[in-house]
Nanobody, 128 residues
């Protein structure tokens, strides 16, 4: 089992930026693909971005709603993945979750059922 711990959430104004961090421990070999999901009030949990752990990590995946504003990156030496969120909008308000899976990102990266390990979440609130 992989343990994931997120940090970096907070309350910001629209247009500002935040950087979320997620550190993995335990069975870190099960973090072939790591992703960020979010759950907005009254909504289902949805995929935000994912990144592979191998040399193909330069190919990243994003939901259309965040393309051009969010950037996912990872540091394998630190067993960590990051989500830099720019130009935040009130619609980005949500609980953000880090997730990991031993399978490839390329196979349905956006499906929450793909990921076997989850963090506890960190709240992001964007006010207008």
């Amino acid at each position: 089992q992989v343990q994931l711990v997120e940090s970096g959430g907070g309350s910001v104004q629209a247009g500002e930026s935040l950087r979320l961090s997620c550190e993995a421990s335990g069975y870190t070999w099960e973090t072939n693909c790591m992703g960020w999901f979010r759950q907005r009030p009254g909504k289902q949990r949805e995929a935000v971005a994912s990144i592979p752990g191998d040399s193909s990590r330069y190919y990243t995946y994003y939901d259309d709603s965040v393309k051009g504003r969010f950037n996912i990156s990872r540091d394998n030496a630190k067993n960590s993945v990051y989500l830099t969120m720019n130009s935040l909008e009130p619609e980005d308000t949500a609980m953000y979750y880090c997730a990991a899976t031993s399978s490839r990102c390329a196979d349905a990266w956006y499906s929450k059922f793909k990921y076997g390990s989850w963090g506890q979440g960190t709240q992001v609130t964007v006010s207008s």
